[in-house]
């Protein structure tokens, strides 16, 4: 597709966010929007995705598993070494292997991922493809690179790591939607997040959330009138960001009363950590 193509592509897109309801607002609501809005954002999402479905080459996959975790767990100390053998003798394939490793997620926005804002096509294309190379999932071995979380995990244990974190993410009603901008850069809210975590056959070992910096944005959606005497809409506001974390947290922890080996969630603030473990 050629420069003026993409130009007139993102200019249509552009439009037609302007026309819908404002981006962030619509997702808060207690009833969905008109059908009519609906079918208009999913058919501008659709129309994007099928002009940039090239983009998809050069997206990096959102998990990574040490590469040398076969030679690693073949080695008699490791506690792997069971599993191996039996993925030696036939009994399981690579996948239960892999399966059976350690594993750590990431939730959250654009904090978690190599996201800035710049020119608008380069932030456009950057929301979409640019996975890894972030203070969690950086997988280059070079000095000068981000000594990730990933890479020191699996110092001490071969892993799989997997990152779901979205730019622009919200803290929003499980039952919402995400907006016309967050589907056009394939962002996933918390509640979006979190049903693609619970909907695996494995929970992971570990899952750390940072999340929430998009909600504190209380000036959009309100009149000259309201933004004069905020103090009703903060409370507000405070009351469903804690009510919508709350709901995509439990779902999280009934979860993980359900596995058979421990999970840890590790939840980020701005004032303070929370560990909760499943024992």
């Known amino acids: 597709m050629g420069p003026i193509t993409r130009t007139a592509a993102l200019a249509i897109i552009f439009e037609i966010s302007i026309v819908l309801p404002v981006a962030g607002t619509e997702e808060?609501?207690?009833?969905?929007?008109p059908l009519a809005i609906q079918i208009g954002e999913h058919g501008a999402a659709d129309f994007v995705n099928l002009i940039f479905l090239f983009?998809?080459?050069?997206?990096?996959?959102?998990?990574v598993t040490s590469p040398d975790y076969r030679e690693r767990i073949s080695q008699a100390s490791s506690p792997?070494?069971?599993d191996y053998l039996e993925y030696r003798s036939g009994r399981i394939d690579r996948r239960e292997l892999v399966r059976r490793l350690p594993h750590v997620s990431m939730i959250g926005d654009s904090l978690s991922l190599n996201f800035y804002v710049s020119a608008p096509w380069s932030v456009f294309w950057r929301a979409r493809t640019e996975r890894r190379k972030n203070w969690f999932l950086d997988t280059d071995p070079a000095p000068e690179s981000i000594f990730s979380i990933y890479e020191r995990l699996q110092q001490f244990i071969p892993l799989v790591a997997t990152e779901y974190s979205g730019a622009g993410a919200l803290v929003a009603p499980s039952r919402a939607q995400e907006g016309l901008r967050r589907k056009i850069v394939r962002t996933r809210n918390l509640s979006g997040q979190?049903?693609?975590?619970?909907?695996?056959?494995?929970?992971?070992?570990?899952?750390?959330i940072w999340i929430g910096h998009n909600n504190i944005d209380w000036v959009e959606g309100l009149?000259?009138?309201e933004r004069e005497h905020p103090e009703a809409h903060l409370r507000k506001m405070a009351t469903r960001f804690g009510k919508n974390y709350t709901e995509s947290l439990q779902l999280l922890i009934n979860r993980a009363k359900t596995e058979n080996h421990k999970v840890g969630i590790v939840v980020f603030g701005s004032r303070a950590v929370t560990a909760l473990s499943n024992r």
């Open 55 to 63: 983009d998809r080459v050069a997206t990096q996959s959102s998990s």
């Open 80 to 82: 792997f070494d069971p």
């Open 28 to 33: 808060f609501a207690d009833t969905p929007p």
């Open 223 to 225: 009149s000259s009138a």
């Open 194 to 208: 979190t049903r693609r975590i619970v909907g695996k056959d494995r929970l992971p070992d570990l899952i750390m």
